[in-house]
């Protein structure tokens, strides 16, 4: 078995996600006592969100290869970059470390193009939704046509995510809210819905939609259990 790199705490919150189901998943596929192999670092996400809101995506870069290189050195087999806002500077972390790097839109636009569905809604932080880094990928490797909500609608989402979610706080108006652009969205041409930031999950479930949900973290997590039991 490999050893996963998890580099979280973008927020914790959907860092806990990652190792419950990384050593869930490890255990239904093994047996027994069987657990995932995993060296983890976790950052402060403070720093990182002031940052991200001042723009200064080089001081993000910067914490980010170094805990990646951390990782590396400890003798990690691949990495994973627990959010999807931070794959903004994945190519930076990339060059930085000589270990594979799982892109989390790689393992999303894989299940989407399986499912047979073309046009795709996106929700996450405003930065995921607006920004190239991760449309432009799903869109050119993967041939999907990405469709994002409004702008009200993306500020909305986006304050859930930060105000509530890495708080670890669940509302049902806010679940109510997404509902609400989710159908926005479907009548856009959304055939299913990225839940585009790792928290999303704790918020919205398969059981609460009949729109079909592709949930980052778990398909994350799903390439990162097949990789580490491929010799």
């Not at 299940?111 to 880094?133: P, V, Y």
Request: include cysteine.
């Amino acid at each position: 078995m490999k050893t996963i790199g998890l580099l979280g705490g973008m927020s914790w919150e959907s860092t806990t996600s990652y190792y419950s189901l990384l050593n869930r998943g490890i255990q239904k596929k093994l047996g027994g006592f069987h657990s995932a192999k995993i060296i983890m670092v976790s950052v402060n996400f403070q720093p990182l969100e002031e940052a991200m809101r001042q723009g200064n995506w080089d001081k993000c870069q910067k914490i980010l290869i170094e805990s990646a290189q951390r990782i590396e050195a400890a003798g990690a087999d691949f990495l994973l970059l627990c959010t999807n806002t931070m794959h903004k500077v994945a190519p930076a972390i990339t060059q930085s470390i000589n270990i594979p790097f799982l892109h989390i839109a790689d393992a999303t636009g894989k299940r989407i193009k399986e499912s047979g569905i073309d046009a795709i809604g996106l929700l996450g932080t405003r930065f995921t939704m607006e920004e190239d880094f991760y449309r432009q990928r799903l869109e050119d490797k993967f041939g999907l046509k990405v469709i994002i909500p409004t702008p009200e609608d993306r500020q909305i989402v986006h304050d859930i995510i930060f105000n509530e979610l890495c708080q670890g706080t669940i509302r049902d108006h806010s679940k109510n809210e997404y509902l609400r652009i989710i159908k926005r969205i479907r009548a856009d041409g959304a055939q299913g819905v990225i839940e585009g930031c790792t928290e999303i999950g704790m918020l919205i479930k398969q059981h609460d939609t009949s729109m079909p949900l592709f949930d980052t973290t778990t398909l994350h997590v799903d390439q990162a259990i097949q990789t580490a039991l491929t010799e």
